[in-house]
C-alpha cells in the first residue's frame, strides 16, 4: 500500500478517540466512492464504528445486529486489507463484545470495558497522519 485516502486515515483517528459516530460520517463519505471488496470493507468499518456507538449509549439490540452485519461485510475481504490486520482486530471486536453477545438477555447496563475496545492500527503505518478536524462534519 502506497497511500491511504486521507479519509480513512482521518476516520481511523476519530475511531482510536473513540469518537465512532465521527469515524462513521468520514467512512461513509469514502464508502460512496468505493466498489467491490473496498465498499464491503468500509461498510463493515462504518457499521463496527456505529456498533460500538451504540454499545457505549445502551443500544444493544443495535450494538449486537451492527456487530453481525459489520463483521459480515468484512470477513471476505481478507486480512490484512487496506493496511488492517482484519483477523486480530475481529478478535479484539469478539472480546469487547464478548458480555453482549455471550448473554441471551444482557443487562441493559451492560457497557463496553474501555479497555476492550479496539484500536486500529495500520501496517504499514502512513507518513503522515491527517488532520481529522478537516474531514469531521460536526460543523454541518
Not at 462504518?46 to 443495535?62: K, P, S, T, W
Not at 468484512?74 to 478478535?91: E, H
Request: glycine share 8%.
Amino acid at each position: 500500500m502506497d497511500t491511504y485516502d486521507p479519509r480513512y486515515l482521518a476516520g481511523i483517528l476519530f475511531f482510536n478517540e473513540r469518537d465512532f459516530f465521527e469515524a462513521h460520517e468520514v467512512w461513509e463519505d469514502l464508502w460512496s466512492e468505493s466498489h467491490g471488496d473496498e465498499r464491503r470493507f468500509y461498510q463493515g468499518m462504518i457499521q463496527a464504528a456505529v456498533g460500538l456507538f451504540h454499545f457505549e449509549g445502551g443500544n444493544l439490540g443495535g450494538a449486537v445486529k451492527l456487530y453481525r452485519s459489520s463483521y459480515d461485510y468484512m470477513k471476505t475481504c481478507g486480512s490484512p486489507f487496506l493496511g488492517l490486520d482484519v483477523a486480530d482486530f475481529w478478535r479484539r471486536m469478539e472480546r469487547c463484545f464478548g458480555r453482549l453477545l455471550n448473554e441471551p438477555t444482557p443487562d441493559r447496563s451492560l457497557r463496553p470495558i474501555p479497555d476492550l475496545i479496539p484500536t486500529l492500527r495500520l501496517d504499514p503505518e502512513p507518513e503522515e497522519w491527517p488532520d481529522p478536524s478537516a474531514f469531521s462534519h460536526d460543523e454541518e
